[in-house]
């Protein structure tokens, strides 16, 4: 499997993206709606803000918040109506 699909199947199990680069980090979920990603909520943040007392609540956060938009999304319908 190269690097990539490997990446996207990490990404669909555990549904949230994180990402450091030097003092950067971004955590970044899928917004889904009826089985598929139609957008991606995100937070980027300094490196020294995500340490691991702060890492598990602001990535479930961030996963919880894109769900609720995806609920919202499923609501409107499939046009957004």
């Known amino acids: 499997m190269a690097p ?3 990446e996207l199947a990490r990404i669909r199990r555990l549904d949230v993206y994180i990402r450091q ?6 955590v970044v979920a899928p917004v889904w709606q009826a089985g598929r990603v ?8 300094p490196a020294h803000r995500f340490k691991s007392e702060h890492r598990h609540r602001l990535t479930r956060a ?8 995806g609920h919202g999304l499923e ?3 499939p046009r957004g109506t």
């Open 4 to 6: 990539l699909s490997r």
């Open 21 to 26: 680069q030097g003092e950067l980090v971004a």
């Open 38 to 45: 139609v957008a991606a909520l995100g937070i980027p943040l």
């Open 75 to 77: 609501a409107m319908g």
């Open 62 to 69: 961030i996963v919880a918040a894109a769900a609720d938009i």
